[in-house]
């Protein structure tokens, strides 16, 4: 079904029809596309919002991404039709829209292109898309080779998708200078001040060709006539009629004709993408296609930009799969997260903090600057907005209208992974504004304030206020009326404390403070205890008429994850509890999957929580396998030494080859959810979301680098405490720490009780490596004594 | 190409692929559907805001209905294949999605149903879309004959699309209690407080039928499978997959396996629509298929519910076509305006009086209840809001948001016509409350100060503000900063005095005010004559900036309708100037379509004028043949003796034989515009909009009664002032008015020079019939003069 190249850093599929939602995504500085196999995209480029350049045939909604994307013929798509002229045979590549059954398909996934690989008819075809590392421009290839002893004369169709533009004005046609289709439009408006705000605006697609076509067609309706898009009129004649597209859906295709002999092989380029105007398009093309390697320049550029999330962590681990997913595809996604913020506006303030965190172990001067540009944000009262803006025309929109509770809880846990891997002290004493005040003061008040807004927001029995919602939880109808209380916000804010804590004694700051938060921790943790235990596990909630949820006897929503999770992180949790939990995780959480959120999923509204209960039973935070806090569950699990179990959650992240097609993905990136509801709808459970933007990764990164491989910093000493899991007898590990370099040997031993630590030969007295000097490489071998494994 | 049916008061089609756009609408009090001939549908129903039971299979914007909808493979449509078990051959009626050659096909649009005859494979099968007066519900008939002297195994798959419903919650399964498809969703919210406003929606989507299915399937993409719509996977199995929606798309197809002998008949019916609950269901089920007859009785009160649009006026003219529009089509569309009100929440003030002014003509009493509706809304100051609020939670949305200068003028236009019919002079001492005011005044004062509203918005020339838009003209940066005016709505402004003054003198009232108001309209004339005549016609307004448009030294733009007609109506044109307006019109706007709005189009933004001009060029405003301008451009050429000229406007509004094919439309309905610019775009001139929302028909068919027929009331009596075209010989008319009937006979005569009229076999002394009585039938001849034809 699917296949590693382990040389190349690829996964491919063979099968288009069994991976039908299978797919990889490339980005840049100021764009996203995400290719389904079959051909399929969606694709989105900030001006400063999300737009699109290529649509559906209908009016498409704005809105954020959606889960489960589902394709259909007319949806988005690049598609090359390919008919021999001398058999009238026709099929299209990568796949849609002729679906013919192809004599071999594959689709390879990459770092920083995506190559379809298809031979029919005696050609072979290599197609391929890359990006340029800041243009809003897809770069395609083409390369067709005829293995036929005849010569044989064949037609290249370049179908791309432009859709409705506008209903104002759209309108497409071949352009001579450019070499291409240029369909224009007016983003419509109706309002006299959305004129000057839409002037910047890209209203324009083109399709450039390096070689001057044969004919073209930019009418869509003409293009596909009676035959439909699996057999369209325009390919029946013996030139695309040359049809503008006048208040008419765009397309934009063109036609090569060649005589091809054997072995011979034809090469096309293509540029696709947005422009504001004529200028623009021909810099583009002259950037792209004016010289004989501009073309390849460009993808050079692009491939050193993605070098950047090489990450400071590789392994070696006797699991190909997975130092190949830890290797390549982990930190590729985290530094997607961190370097262009999922290509928002507006980003939820728990997502760019924990997207920040990430960028910890590939760019932490990111991480800083985003913690600084969080905080700046911050209310004096010690509030964090829901969302923050990280542009002057960027607003609020979609679920950062709803107010959440949690979001200060994020900023000690990315600040305490930011020192870990940097040591910078120093960003405790930077000096930060405020969203309100002139007041401007160093980062540790604004922490301060942060846990002081946080402990002050709970109710007479010292627990959390829910209001309209926390983490993972559209639950808007357990606080609204402002009594309903929350059992994970409550350890939540013990954890943020605790880390804080952590911090300050580290570094030996905000000692007045420390008495009072280390009070408030164990207050907060017996209030856990007393009001939310619930005999095998914790409630994850009371609502405001005073009705406990996630209990035993709830019908539906019975147990949460993150309640039990995060009592294991704040220390609210004893031995005997932890075990409970466990073992209520593992009867009714644990799928194949994954670990769900809450089970059993709701199917019926619940107004004891509110709109989270209307979403589909399994999918997103109704019982999904939302792995976002699975990942969590993984890093309390390694904190209490539950190592096996840990990497079990991690592992089950991943698809593999027995459960790829279940899941619809390849392990190439870890999607924000599969589909839970394991034990009431069997049949769709596992099905990936599709969404790659989630804040899983940076807490997965972390669990492997500080927990599995246990080499985390601290306070500029590296600290070795490894958890490997039990059936790995050796790891290798390369592990880049404050400009030194750490090549750590891990085997296991059945003499030594206790785990030994040899560096550069010499045995080392404790876990800890001291005074680390940059520049240097340290040889480490670390001897796993079997009372740690 | 198309046929007209006299008998049946039906046009059809024959031809799916020439009039591929080629459609008929239905509507009832709470939805409207609009029937494409291949299948595809657009479906609305109130709750109160326009929502939707079948979507595209993607996440749809939320919009105003669209102009020149385009259709695609997955657009929501109403489509039954039909398969010989047989051989295996496979189609679909009415066309879509299959698209095989058929036999025959014919599509014929009725007052109140639409139906699809097709042969094919010696089937030949009748489909039939009804609905019922009040319930959203779709009502389908299919029947098919075999005349295969063979016994056959035939299938029959109704495929009702239901769409992407809802990322929060979809799903659809089979209900064998309700014997249909029932698809469920959530209307997706973020807001808690928008979970109480979403409690009352209809969020299911059903299809019932009358007959226990062989199989279904309710899964969009297992039905589909590899295949296509056109020939779809679950097709090519014995029988369809029984697979429920899981959050997945989806589709109500239902399976019927039938043998069926020669001439043997088998019949089906369903039900189609959008519901609450599963009880509300039940009780569609069983209120139309609940008694052998209760569908058929459905349509008859539905028939009923359309006979009150008969209107006050048949006509028999020598043009049978005409004769057709007039009595069935005509009146029909004036009744859907009138009647619920272009199925909106918000109508534009402007629409909402003229739609309420056509009613006059069909159902006085509602034209009364708009003039009190409208002017209980409007504020103390004057003003008329930008659109009239006919539901507690509606809102002002799209256009209704920029701040419009004319809406005032109208309530004058409307006023008169429904005095006009009625002579009900009651309504003017009706006391009438305001928006923001405890006062309460009668409707004169109401007037009287909407008309002092529109003189104070002039300049110190006497000119009126533009602001931000009058009518027709999305001119959003001609006068927004406050100083530019409006050529059309400073003789508009003359107009709509004028005709209060004409009320106010009919019916001896307000004589304090006339004066006054007759000094204002010829100062606005005058002003209108000394600012914007340009030589050959009057310029169309002066910007902020002090630069006139719409004058014949611009490039684009240069002459525009609106401000000739209305000069014409409010006597601001001479005799000489109306010459030379109607010449210049003559060469610059007339097509073989119509009259266009302005010509040339724009076809480059021009920051003098605004959005308008960033339109596509020859669609709706810029440049289209915008027929509601046209209408009044006739109106105005009745109203100055120029009927031949007024006659070729109006019966250029309907399709004929010879363009149906261009304009893509049927005689059935006046559409809001056909693409104009048509000495610049030739090729895609005349198209229809095919939208059927558009002030046009009250004005169309107030110039056929009080013009062209010149049967005016005016003050209990009736006015005889025949305005027939040249080439008529003769003309028969019945009108109601004021409860009486008058039998019309029209004849021309060469030897008489001024027109005689007998009534009830005694010449008349002139052409005015008073005392109407009630009750009584007038058989009135009326000899026309050779002066006046």
Redesign the interface.
């Known amino acids: 079904m699917f296949q590693h190249d382990f040389v190349n850093q690829r996964v491919d599929i063979r099968d288009p ?1 069994g991976m039908s939602k299978a797919s990889g995504f490339l980005w840049n500085k100021n764009m996203m596309i995400h290719m389904n196999c079959r051909g399929y995209a969606v694709a989105q480029f900030m001006q400063p919002e999300p737009s699109k350049y290529s649509h ?8 954020f991404m ?3 994307q ?1 394709y ?4 988005s798509g690049r598609f090359f039709y390919i008919k021999c002229l001398d058999s009238g045979e026709l099929f299209s590549i990568p796949y849609e829209p002729v ?1 013919a059954k192809l004599d071999s398909f594959n689709f390879s996934v990459g770092k920083d292109n995506l190559i379809w690989r298809v031979n029919h008819l005696e050609l072979e075809i290599q197609l391929t898309l890359s990006l340029p590392k800041n243009d809003v421009t897809e770069m395609w290839e083409l390369s067709v080779i005829s293995h036929s002893n005849k010569t044989r004369n064949i037609a290249i169709y370049p179908y791309f998708s432009v859709g ?1 533009m506008s ?5 497409a046609a071949f352009d001579t200078n450019l070499n291409g289709i240029i369909a224009s439009s ?1 983003t419509p ?4 001040e959305d ?1 000057f705000k839409n002037q910047h605006l890209k209203d324009k697609t083109f399709l450039l060709s390096k070689h001057q076509p044969t004919s073209w067609c930019a009418n869509q ?1 003409t293009f596909e006539g ?1 035959g ?3 057999n369209p009129d325009a390919l029946q004649l013996k030139q695309l009629p040359q049809r503008d597209a ?4 765009p397309v934009a295709s063109l036609q090569f004709n060649h005589q091809i002999n054997c072995q011979e092989q034809v090469q096309h380029q293509f540029l696709f993408g947005p422009a504001k105007d004529d200028t623009e398009i021909a810099q583009i093309k002259e950037k792209y296609f004016g010289q004989q390697d501009s073309f390849n320049k460009a993808h050079l550029d692009y491939q050193n930009y993605l070098a950047q999330s090489h990450g400071s962590i590789q392994i070696n681990s006797p699991d190909k799969a997975f130092n190949e997913f830890i290797n390549h595809w982990l930190p590729r996604q985290v530094f997607y997260h961190g370097d262009v913020n999922r290509l928002s506006t507006d980003p939820q303030t728990r997502n760019y903090l924990q997207d920040a965190m990430g960028m910890a172990f590939i760019s932490p001067e990111k991480t800083k600057q985003a913690l600084i540009t969080a905080l700046s944000q911050q209310t004096i009262s010690g509030a964090m907005p829901d969302g923050i803006l990280l542009h002057e025309q960027a607003e609020l929109k ?2 950062n ?2 107010p959440h509770s949690d979001h200060g809880i994020w900023l000690t846990l990315c600040l305490n992974c930011y020192l870990n891997e940097t040591n910078d002290a120093d960003i405790l004493t930077t000096v930060i504004p405020f969203a309100d005040s002139a007041q401007c003061l160093p980062l540790i008040d604004h922490i301060n304030l942060t846990l002081d807004h946080l402990l002050n927001a709970r109710n007479e029995l010292g627990l959390s206020y829910i209001e ?1 919602g926390d983490w993972c939880d ?1 639950m ?2 357990v606080g ?1 009326k402002g009594k309903g209380v929350s059992a994970w916000l409550t350890v939540a804010t013990a954890y943020s404390l605790k880390v804080w804590c952590d911090i300050c004694q580290h570094h030996q700051i905000n000692q007045t403070k420390i008495p009072e938060y280390l009070a408030a921790i164990t207050k907060l943790n017996t209030a856990m205890n007393t009001h939310f235990w619930d005999g095998k596990w914790y409630a994850r909630g009371i609502n405001d008429e005073g009705i406990a949820f996630g209990v035993s006897n709830d019908e539906e929503g019975k147990i949460y994850l993150n309640p039990q999770t995060w009592a294991m992180l704040s220390g609210a949790a004893d031995q005997k509890q932890q075990q409970a939990m466990i073992t209520a995780i593992d009867d009714n959480l644990a799928t194949p999957f994954g670990i769900m959120m809450l089970a059993p999923s709701y199917t019926k509204m619940n107004e004891n929580i ?2 989270l209960t ?3 039973p ?2 997103s935070e109704n019982g999904s396998v939302y792995n976002h806090a699975a990942a969590f569950y993984a890093y309390s699990l390694y904190q209490n030494n539950q190592s096996d179990k840990a990497f079990d959650v991690l592992k089950k992240m991943l698809p593999s080859q027995d459960d790829a097609t279940e899941r619809q993905q390849l392990p190439t990136f870890v999607p924000n959810y599969y ?1 839970g509801a394991y034990y009431q ?1 069997p ?2 459970a596992g099905r990936s979301s599709q969404l790659f933007n989630t804040g899983t990764v940076a807490w997965y990164y972390r669990c492997i680098i500080e927990e599995l491989c246990g080499l985390k910093g601290q306070a500029g000493t590296l600290i070795i405490t490894p958890k490997l899991p039990a059936h790995w007898a050796t790891l290798t590990v390369r592990r880049e720490y404050l400009g030194a370099t750490f090549v750590v040997d891990y085997t296991k031993s059945d003499q030594a009780n206790s785990t030994k630590i040899v560096i550069d030969g010499q045995p080392s007295p404790s876990n800890i490596v001291s005074n680390i000097a940059k520049g240097q490489t340290y040889h480490i071998k670390v001897i796993i004594g079997n009372s740690e494994n």
């Open positions: 029809i559906a045939l209908n009016m498409e909604a704005k809105t959606q889960p489960e589902s259909f013929a007319h949806h679906r409705y209903w104002m004005n759209q309108s007016i408006y109706q309002k006299v004129y309706p009676e439909g898009l699996h006048l208040y008419q859906t979609y679920i209208l709803v309209q559209p808007n109808m609204y509110g709109r209307q979403k589909f399994g999918v589909r709808l049949e769709v």
